[in-house]
């Protein structure tokens, strides 16, 4: 069942992603070549305790870690450790908090140095096909319109679109009804209403769409090795429109 937030509920995820959009600017202005990975979540960890708020994935279904800090082909949920970072690297960075009984969440993907053209270009079409979908973000329109506009985006790029893991319903659960693939033909699916939350998310790959896992039984790779980006925004359909939640 798709939950319907009030304006007051609204206002509390803004709340809630704001900080997300604050903390990730600031363990994103870390990622530098030398740094250990989980010198990011102890950042991310921190910057917490100063704004009194819980870290959303932290014991979240087992998760070891207060972030995800995933390298190269690693698609998501990488777990922080001893890892450094060198010039090269992409970095994708997701995180959430819960705030007075609401959760936001987002992720971004950063080059560590020069990555190289075909990098950059992946980063900024995950970019795009996230702005993409959420402008389809709109009451009357379907929810597969939001995965449609994704994939055309990306895959127009030449780049594929990871399928095992989905966006998500938000607000008083971390993943709430519906799942929202980042693939699939338009006009299926829920129709958008005002009150509606979503976190929006494409993760992407320079070659196949397909993942595994890795033993630690979080890490998610590319199948052929090949680099992956993340992009993620909280948002919320309201009477003047979709409203980008975890934007700074």
Known sequence: MILLKSLQEIAKMEVANRIVAEILEGVK??????????????????????????????????YPRSICVSVNEEVVHGIPGPRRLKAGDLVSLDFGVKYEGFYGDA??????????????????????????????????????????????????????????????????????????????????????????TFAIEPMTSMGSWQVRILKDGWTAITQDGSLAAHFEHSVALTENGVLILSRL
């Open 29 to 62: 202005e870390k990622v530098q070549p030398g740094i250990e990975t989980r010198e990011l979540d102890e950042l991310a960890e921190d910057m917490c305790r100063q704004r009194r708020v819980k870290p959303a994935f932290k014991g979240y279904r087992g």
């Open 107 to 196: 992720a971004i993907t950063v080059g560590v140095g020069d990555v190289g053209e075909k990098a950059r270009a992946l980063m900024a079409v995950t970019e795009e096909s996230l702005y993409a979908g959420i402008a389809q973000v709109k009451a009357g329109k379907r929810l597969s319109d939001v995965s449609h506009a994704v994939q055309t985006v990306v895959e127009g790029a030449g780049f594929g679109v990871i399928r095992e893991f989905v966006g998500h319903g938000i607000g008083r659960s971390l993943h709430e009804d519906p799942q929202i693939p980042n693939f699939g033909p338009p006009d299926r699916g829920p129709t958008l209403q005002v009150g509606m």
